[in-house]
């Protein structure tokens, strides 16, 4: 099958495209954010193909994956054919939803009340709180390319990974790496962390290629995962793959990725404080709760579950000739 897509999501994208077909990306000379092409610190294969957004017309397209709302438009004007139409199309909805007017739990999916295109929510969570409107949801767990075992716990730090923290605020929880940073050492990893106040203390790396930013968060004693209201964070699933402990916000989807004995699941912030601690601790503990978080992880979030699960849905919107 000949998927088209937009790099939108490269930490999910790297799963999806492990998959059997050909994957076509639109890519604009620019290389901005609605033609980024192939992945730079991703390792892709070569069924990813870029194809110039001017060169759509006459592309052989099978299916179009939809990831934001004015794709619809970009694909009707680039290919010339209409989404869920002309050629069959799937959405796919990575993000909790905004707030807004209305204000979440009624805020409106913008392809709420059409049956043409079917919404695949990556959490169950989403699916619950989107407002979808009769539109046809399902829901497909995020899968991940197993990094392997590589926890060491050396370093006796917190690891937090998060993209643009200075600007997504509270919704990430930029604020809890304060209180985090009074009691052990953090180091934050992802794009434009270098803006997080030098105040803290904090020991930032950004853009790491996806291989060695598993390295170094497997150094690390534990994780924490300070979101309280996105969808679930890979970073957080490729830490528990890692074989790493993992302390989160008992917020959105993480209370269903993190049972008892892979982490700790807190509301408090005196208690994500108390729990990352005990792990820095504690070694043999954290490394206990690791192992069992990577059996979490590799029996609900594998690879293989995950690109079934899609071929299914794929072959049921596209047809099997595709």
């Avoid at 959490?123 to 619950?128: C, E, H, R, V, Y």
């Amino acid at each position: 099958m000949r998927i088209m897509l937009w790099h939108v999501h490269g930490s999910w994208t790297t799963s999806f495209v492990q998959g059997s077909h050909d994957y076509l990306l639109p890519v604009t000379p620019d290389r901005g954010p609605d033609g980024l092409g192939r992945a730079r610190t991703w390792d892709w294969p070569a069924s990813v193909v870029e194809v110039p957004a001017g060169d759509l017309r006459d592309a052989d397209v099978d299916l179009v994956l939809l990831q934001r709302p004015h794709e619809l438009r970009l694909a009707e004007e680039w290919l010339g054919r209409r989404p869920g139409r002309d050629v069959p199309a799937v959405y796919l909805e990575h993000n909790t939803p905004l707030h807004g007017t209305p204000d979440v739990p009624d805020t409106r999916h913008p392809l709420a009340g059409q049956s043409t295109i079917p919404i695949v929510h990556v959490t169950g969570f989403n699916q619950l709180f989107w407002d979808c409107a009769g539109a046809r949801t399902t829901v497909i767990d995020h899968g991940i390319v197993d990094p392997g075992h590589r926890y060491t716990g050396a370093v006796p730090h917190a690891a937090v990974a998060v993209n643009d923290p200075v600007r997504r605020g509270r919704s990430v929880g930029t604020d809890l790496l304060d209180p985090l940073a009074g009691s052990v050492g953090v180091d934050v990893f992802g794009m434009r962390v270098s803006q997080l106040p030098a105040r803290l203390g904090l020991r930032t790396y950004e853009d790491l290629p996806q291989d060695r930013m598993h390295a170094e968060l497997a150094r690390r004693r534990v994780y924490v995962h300070t979101a309280r209201w996105t969808s679930l964070g890979l970073s957080l699933l490729e830490a528990m793959h890692l074989g790493m402990p993992v302390v989160a916000l008992a917020s959105t989807e993480a209370p269903m990725a993190v049972p008892p004995e892979a982490g700790v699941l807190v509301t408090k912030v005196e208690d994500m404080v108390a729990a990352v601690r005990r792990f820095v601790d504690d070694p043999d503990l954290a490394r206990a709760t690791g192992d069992a978080a990577r059996a979490v992880a590799l029996g609900r979030y594998n690879l293989k579950r995950f690109l079934d699960d899609w071929d299914v849905l794929l072959t049921e919107v596209a047809g099997p000739a595709a």
